[in-house]
């Protein structure tokens, strides 16, 4: 993983996770867990935090392999309170992670995946619904919202929050787009 900061002074930072500059403090690791730990209405510190994973333990798992456990390594300060002021935006593997709206950072993974539900789920998820619909004289049985919900892959419920949230779509409403 690749996280890069972009500060409006034109400073440029970029944090390589997969080159350790001395993995010797994790002998027998397997594994290495990254993650990012942002507060966007907080004005403390991002921290990128490092877990890993030694050899296997005796215990067997489910499916009967031995379990690694989890180990906490350490936290990197990415950008601190008075950084934090200055931070443009925020890129892992070269996709958003944060972006400066006015005077506040916003976490691209919570907007792109409502984005991402307009734009591309719902449309989808419509489409196949309707189609579904059609198909109902076909079904077997039983309960044809929740045979096209499994043929969807969800739940009963989320097939009835979908079909909600469908028809409140802009193109499905009158309501003026708000921005």
């Known amino acids: 993983m690749v996280l890069k900061t972009y500060y409006d002074d034109g400073h440029f930072d970029c944090f390589d996770t997969a080159q350790l ?33 030694d050899n296997a333990s005796d215990e067997a798992g489910p499916v009967g392999l031995p379990v ?10 990415v950008a601190d309170a008075s950084d934090r002021e200055h931070l443009l935006r925020m890129t892992v593997d070269d996709e958003p992670f944060l972006v400066r709206l006015g005077d506040c950072l916003v976490d691209c993974g919570k907007l792109y995946h409502y984005a991402n539900m307009v734009d591309h789920v719902l ?32 739940s009963a419920e989320s097939y ?7 028809g409140a779509l802009p193109e499905n409403n009158d309501k003026e787009d708000r921005f």
Do not use: C, H
Request: hydrophobic residues 45%.
């Open 21 to 53: 500059v001395d993995s010797s403090q994790f002998r027998g690791s397997r594994l290495a867990n990254w993650s990012l730990d942002f507060d966007p209405e907080s004005s403390g510190p991002i921290l990128l935090n490092l877990y890993w994973y």
């Open 123 to 154: 449309p989808r998820a419509s489409k196949a619904a309707a189609f579904l619909e059609g198909m109902r004289g076909d079904w077997s049985d039983g309960d044809a919202d929740a045979q096209i919900a499994a043929t969807l892959g969800m």
């Open 68 to 77: 690694a456990f989890r180990r906490d390594g350490w936290s990197f300060v």
């Open 160 to 166: 009835r929050w979908a079909i909600a949230a469908i």
